[in-house]
């Protein structure tokens, strides 16, 4: 079955730090990948996506995320996270031959010391 | 342009009621998906449709079902409430079937139930 793992549950940085959550992905096919984040009381928000071409995309907000084949993984990082960064980051996957649906790891929560 | 909304935005319920949910999908999106986000945990795969019909579903209970109208909004109805429905229910809306590369989806703030 398909699935994604995101490798941290919670997460603590200093601002100005650097951070990188990871995530894998469970699936031999052609597969978009997604990074949503959700603010405290709000909802979820894109933040990057891949489709195809170059593994490194470049999403809002300063984040990136490296699509690295060979490893299945989709990385998310920003080299300076500020106070505001705070809030819960999914990583998601569509397998193109899937039924449609998004398949969701199970959400990373930052918190950012001020 | 208005994004995806959804109707209420929170309700309680009780055990053996109905319920119903609304969602808008973003004006020229004709694809919308329904998750389940139980608190602490990623969201869930309901049903997604795309031009009235249902083109995926989840691994939900029969109790679950949904609709979409002609203007592309959707409701999702679950019968039979059970306290493990307690979840916040999130619609989605893309252009096109999620199965196509590049298309991009867009959240709702969702529906908080609570079922007690």
């Known amino acids: 079955a398909q699935s994604v793992s995101q490798h941290n549950h919670h997460v603590i940085l200093s601002e100005a730090a650097s951070l990188e959550l990871g995530c894998n992905y469970s699936y031999g096919g052609t597969v978009n990948l997604f990074w949503y984040v959700q603010y405290p009381g709000q909802h979820l928000q894109l933040l990057l996506k891949?489709?195809?071409?170059d593994p490194l995309v470049k999403g809002i907000k300063g984040f990136e995320a490296e699509f690295i084949k060979s490893k299945f993984s989709f990385n998310l990082r920003k080299p300076s996270v500020q106070w505001s960064d705070t809030a819960e980051y999914f990583c998601a996957a569509l397998a193109l031959d899937s039924n449609y649906q998004l398949i969701w790891g199970a959400g990373t929560k930052l918190i950012i010391k001020p | 342009d208005a994004g995806v909304t959804q109707s209420p935005t929170h309700l309680i319920k009780t055990r053996g009621q109905q319920v119903t949910l609304r969602c808008s999908p973003i004006s020229g999106h004709k694809s919308v998906s329904w998750y389940q986000q139980v608190l602490g945990q990623g969201p869930q795969f309901i049903f997604q449709y795309y031009e009235k019909e249902e083109r995926g579903r989840g691994n939900f209970p029969d109790r679950f079902s949904a609709r979409q109208f002609p203007n592309y909004s959707s409701e999702l109805n679950v019968n039979a409430l059970l306290l493990g429905d307690s979840a916040l229910y999130l619609c989605a809306s893309s252009q096109t079937g999620t199965g196509v590369s590049g298309n991009t989806i867009y959240f709702g703030e969702g529906s908080w139930l609570t079922v007690v």
């Open positions: 891949y489709f195809s071409g």
